[in-house]
């Protein structure tokens, strides 16, 4: 059972989703609509992980490399690279080794978040 939610505001949700499908793979757990039929709240899954997307009035100003970062496990670390290049993400670190055997890379999505994505799973 999940017990970590990570939420991201977006100020277009139903865009974010189909961004986040495209680049990184995540697929569409549920959307619940407002009366006007935006997007109020939508889940999203990646293997055995969920996050949560919501509505932001205003964009904000990008946010910075370190303010805020989610990582994800996954199994072919250069292929999910070149996925989210394909869909137009901006790859903060190209994938690299780490000293403790994993392989990680980095990723800005539509909104400035930066997604870190590698194989180690603790």
Known sequence: MRTVYPVFRYPDPRAAIDWLGAAFGFQVHAVHEAPDGSVAHAELVLGTG??????RAEPRPRPAEDDWAVYVALDDVDAHCDRARAAGAEITREPFDTDYGSRDYAARDLAGYVWSFGTYRP
């Open 50 to 55: 969920m996050i949560m997307i919501g509505a």
